[in-house]
């Protein structure tokens, strides 16, 4: 792995630029507003804002869901919808799965997509702990552990890039705990974005911390650094101050 930072932009994310809005005309609801973000390997890369900030809307545009009204996305130097859509590994809303499909079938099939083997999806099945859950249909699934595989589904390919928006949604405290760790260990080698509304999660992340707000950043930093920056003694009064929260 390269040690510059542009070097690891380069089997990163970088985007510049972006606006999306939502609506009809005359009632457009600006979700992105000129935002500019990048994240490379080597460390967890953390969206914290608010509901309604405009978290998954960014997530979804660097994971080439939807299209962004203007600005560019380049993922691992790519800026093609279809060639983003192959180097990253999306885990959002557990809806997504599959109903009639079991979690095995799901993962397999996701896998086979990108022309992986066995050995990622093993992987992924150990990461998320699902392995009592294999031959079950995903309709079947309680929202954690429907959580947990949608959260396998991104990683069974073994992309470069992993975009994870809440991706602790529905886990217990123990769960929760594990994938965390897992995170961090896969943020060495990837590049790992998640978004969160919980100031402990992204302190329990460390990593660069994005604020985000009414389609903004408005901070990024270290915890440590965005406290200096609003000039307040905690992650949550800055987080306030930052926010409107």
């Known amino acids: 792995m390269r040690d510059t930072i542009e070097g690891k932009l380069e089997s990163g994310v970088r ?14 609801v600006r979700a992105l507003d000129d935002v500019d973000f990048a994240a490379g390997p080597g460390q967890v ?30 993922v691992c ?16 809303e557990a809806g997504c799965l599959d109903g009639d499909l079991t979690v095995a079938e799901t ?61 602790t949604d529905g886990l217990d405290p123990a769960q929760t705990v594990s994938v965390r760790h897992a995170i961090r260990e896969l943020a060495k080698e990837k590049t790992v974005i998640v978004s969160t509304h ?7 992340l460390g990593g660069l911390v994005n604020v985000m707000a009414h389609g903004s950043i408005v901070a990024r930093g270290t915890g440590e650094e965005i406290i200096r920056q609003s000039g307040k003694k905690t992650l949550e009064e800055a987080f306030i101050s930052l926010t409107g929260a």
Do not use: W
Request: aromatic share 4%; with cysteine.
């Open 107 to 167: 993962l397999f099939f996701e896998a086979g997509l990108h022309g992986s083997g066995r050995e990622p999806v093993s992987r992924a099945v150990s990461l998320t702990g699902i392995q009592d859950e294999l031959g079950k249909k995903c309709r079947t699934l309680s929202k954690g552990y429907a959580q947990r595989v949608s959260l396998a589904k991104a990683v069974c390919s073994d992309p470069p890039v992993l975009v994870l928006d809440e991706f």
């Open 77 to 92: 130097g790519e800026a093609e919808p279809d060639k983003i859509r192959a180097l990253v590994g999306y885990s959002g």
């Open 15 to 28: 985007a510049s630029s972006l606006c999306k809005s939502y609506g009809k005309a005359g009632h457009l």
């Open 198 to 204: 919980s100031m402990g999660e992204a302190g329990e």
């Open 45 to 74: 890369t953390v969206l914290l804002g608010p509901n309604g900030a405009g978290k998954s809307t960014l997530l979804a545009c660097i994971a080439g869901i939807i299209l962004p009204a203007s600005g560019e996305i380049r």
